[in-house]
């Protein structure tokens, strides 16, 4: 703990406080007119003070983001793993997956509404469909990348194809699963966000509600809880990433 | 646990097997193998030498079934089970996710043998080559040397009647080199497996094998089929390897080898 606060803890600290010190400055002293950018401690004031309908919102988006963010997980290797059994299935289906990536989904959200109605269920398809490609591409690009000699020896000791995806394919994709599970677990807040803009429920609901009621304070307070929320389900895979890599993957090998 | 169970110290009978007029063509032309004929007796310990690229390793995953020849046919003295051959690659190729009692089990645990017997017998094999405290160690923390043990007692671990080897040892230095070299024979001797050694270097051809076969650059003919029993006796010191007999088997070995790399 004494070695992990200064190696890790303290150099994104450093920089943030520096910042926030040095807009509290710039707007203090006038250079930038508070209705455009609040002072950090007016912030914290309005986060205080709405601190009650703020985590209640946060409730709702931690959950339509969750559940987006799950479905993506499941659905996105199943499709993964389809996709690798290659040839014609990878030729036809995957120009489709290719789709989610591309998809404006601020454009698409009121689609969802319609198909979903007003509520959770239009959040967490809009948080899957920001969410997914993500993992689709990175576990397939693993499960791709397979070592042949190792395929080869599970070939050659008569290994079924079940016990070649769960003994060799899923744990040599692992590292790459993670990577896309950290890239996705940020847009599916994303996601949940902007779906919230339609539906208005949640952190993007309070958002759009501050936003017209000219509550710039508000706005920011809400936004530091939204970005707080995709940093936790950030560190969440990280510390699934350094339980599970930590003593044979490189990307987690040096930090334990 | 018992230092080694039943199941590995009993000898089994080596596979035999027969390579007839064998020919592999690559996709794009290139011909590994052509028409090539060999037969290795069940519990021979065959060395094979060859210019680079001539078709050795191919010829062992022929054998191994990983691949598939052109024309001809690989026969075995009788019909073979998964658990009847293993093949050791010139790296390790570990799981790096498991222990090294996990990778050495890995055969059994596909064949579906009970947890607890698979790594009992990993365990002994293990021992075997000198890893009995490296057990619950991952491959990143393995030397080389260390990581290709773990590969022989993978190999090891079901008794198998077919042993393929492709350039194992090559990575290593000379000293680790010879070490594993004197292990392998002692195993072989131990198991009366058959035994098929794909390598570079004359020396560990002439050391390990009682028989050694000298093929032509690509694609391979056999330049010489040399045995190497008259002269060299069946359980083998390291001393060996200085003695004037042992450079005479090596020089027959090198006067074919240049020769075939002219062919």
């Keep these: ?256 | 646990m018992t230092p080694a169970s039943p199941a590995i110290s009993a000898p089994v009978r080596g596979l035999g097997v027969v390579v007839d007029t064998v020919e592999k063509t690559f996709v794009g032309g290139v011909q590994a193998v052509a028409a090539l004929s060999l037969e290795v007796p069940g519990g021979q310990f065959l060395s094979l030498l060859g210019p680079s690229g001539c078709g050795k390793s191919t010829l062992l995953r022929l054998i191994a079934g990983l691949d598939w020849p052109t024309r001809g046919a690989i026969c075995f003295s009788r019909s073979r089970t998964a658990q009847d051959v293993s093949f050791v690659f010139q790296d390790a190729h570990l799981l790096p996710w498991c222990n090294v009692l996990h990778n050495a089990a890995l055969p059994l645990e596909l064949a579906g043998v009970a947890k607890s017997e698979r790594l009992d017998r990993a365990e002994a094999q293990l021992r075997q080559v000198g890893l009995a405290d490296a057990l619950h160690r991952y491959p990143a923390q393995l030397s080389g040397g260390m990581r290709m043990r773990v590969s022989l007692a993978r190999a090891m671990v079901t008794s198998p009647s077919l042993l393929l080897l492709d350039e194992p040892f090559a990575a290593l230095d000379e000293i680790t080199r010879q070490h594993l070299d004197e292990r392998l024979r002692q195993l072989w001797i131990e198991r009366a497996m058959t035994v098929i050694f794909v390598t570079h270097s004359i020396n560990e051809a002439a050391y390990l094998a009682d028989r050694a076969i000298v093929f032509s650059a690509r694609p391979a003919r056999v330049m010489l089929d040399h045995d190497l029993t008259v002269r060299l006796p069946h359980v083998r010191e390291a001393s060996l390897r200085t003695t004037a007999l042992f450079a005479e088997q090596m020089r027959a070995l090198y006067v074919a080898l240049e020769g075939g790399q002219r062919a």
């Design chain 1, 1 to 256: 703990m004494k070695r992990w606060l200064p190696k890790y803890a303290l150099p994104p600290i450093v920089p943030f406080v520096v910042i926030v010190l040095l807009l509290e400055f710039v707007v203090a002293m006038g250079w930038i007119p508070p209705f455009l950018l609040p002072r950090p401690s007016a912030v914290l004031i309005s986060l205080k003070v709405n601190a009650r309908e703020i985590a209640s919102a946060l409730g709702e988006t931690t959950l339509a983001a969750l559940s987006g963010f799950a479905l993506s997980t499941v659905v996105g290797i199943l499709a993964a793993i389809l996709l690798a059994t290659g040839g014609w299935v990878q030729r036809a289906f995957y120009p489709y997956a290719v789709f989610f990536q591309t998809v404006p989904i601020i454009a698409i959200a009121p689609l969802l509404v319609i198909w979903f109605g007003f509520d959770i269920r239009a959040v967490i398809a809009s948080a899957f469909v920001v969410s997914i490609f993500p993992v689709i591409a990175s576990t397939l690009s693993g499960l791709l990348s397979v070592d042949p000699a190792l395929t080869d020896l599970f070939h050659l000791y008569g290994a079924s194809r079940t016990a070649s995806l769960l003994k060799l394919r899923l744990p040599f994709a692992l590292p790459n699963i993670l990577t896309g599970l950290r890239v996705s677990s940020g847009l599916a807040v994303i996601g949940a966000i902007v779906g919230e803009f339609i539906t208005g429920g949640g952190l993007g609901g309070l958002i759009q509600v501050s936003r017209q009621q000219r509550a710039i304070e508000k706005v920011f307070a809400t936004l530091l809880v939204a970005s707080l929320l995709g940093i936790a389900l950030f560190a969440i895979i990280n510390i699934v990433s350094s339980l599970t890599l930590r003593h044979w993957h490189a990307s987690e090998k040096d930090r334990s």
